[in-house]
């Protein structure tokens, strides 16, 4: 007899927000730092190392939802690209991809050869909107390795919103189960 597959999703992420300034605590989860106001045209700027594990296990497929809020008016069909710099330590500073420091940190101006070291997620595509101009974008991905960090890289020609109200990447465990 087959097995059927469950796919149960879950209500509780891991955020990484600015839960140390002015996140406007949107969303409720397991906390993690990344400060994106104001982040720079053709910057980047990482989360805080964070641990996947999930209820004693390590979810193989995540959803991840990404927000962010821009300064201006955008050109439409720009994107911000997220990263995952995967790591098999729980040291911040520990086995992490190149530049990865596993702390809320700037990159500015990551080159390409930098970005190859990290898991590409996706795209959050720009468009013109009437204000608040905030963009959001859902995707699957997995994770390979318990420890991590999400970067997000601005390669828009406009500069992310001054503060971290509305701006949040939040990653849910996405479990199957086998019966």
Known sequence: MANEILIVPETTPKIWADFAGDFGDIIAGTEYQITLAALGIGDSRQGAKGDMLYNSHLPERWVVLCRFEMDVAVVDGEAIQVYWAASPHATAATLNPYLITGADAEIATPTAGFLGQLQYIGAVPLTVAIAPNVHQKCFITTIPLRYGSPLVFNDT??????????????????????Q
């Open 157 to 178: 020609t406009q500069a992310l919103e001054g503060d971290d109200v509305e701006m949040f990447v939040a990653f849910y465990p996405f479990p199957d189960e086998a």
